[in-house]
């Protein structure tokens, strides 16, 4: 079973650029389709962007062209690449892993323990 570590998260301004970055222990890490979602406070868990195992890459609407999800197998990372943060993006960001790179947090079933990203106004 892969565990997930998310890092590189902070408080920003509006406009900046972040990448987070998931660390997976385990050996089968390029069998895994891998997503990030986020949780605003008193919101749910939404999608953000996931990949596949050969890294087909899918994106909410809200962070399509602005985001930008890879992964290195090489060294069971993957990152989301974040540009041009608003206020909204403001959210807790989990790293997942799954069998399919579907928008469903039920179709993950490793998840990180989250990061906090802060984008003030």
């Known amino acids: 079973q892969v565990q997930l570590v998310e890092s590189g998260g902070g408080l920003v301004q509006a406009g900046d650029s972040l990448r987070l970055a998931c660390a997976a222990s385990?050996?089968?890490?390029?069998?895994?389709?891998l997503a990030w979602f986020r949780q605003a406070p008193g919101k749910g868990r939404d999608f953000v962007a996931s990949?596949?195992?050969?890294?087909?890459?899918y994106y909410s609407g809200s962070v399509q062209g602005r985001f930008s999800i890879s992964r290195d197998n090489a060294k069971n990372m993957v990152y989301l690449q974040m540009r041009s943060l608003k206020p909204d993006d403001t959210a807790i960001y989990y790293c997942?892993?799954?069998?399919?790179?579907?928008?469903?947090?039920?179709?993950?079933?490793?998840w990180g323990q989250g990061t906090q990203v802060t984008v003030s106004a």
């Open positions: 997942a892993a799954g069998t399919t790179a579907t928008r469903r947090p039920d179709d993950y079933n490793r």
């Open positions: 990949i596949s195992q050969n890294s087909a890459a």
């Open positions: 385990g050996r089968t890490f390029s069998n895994y389709a």
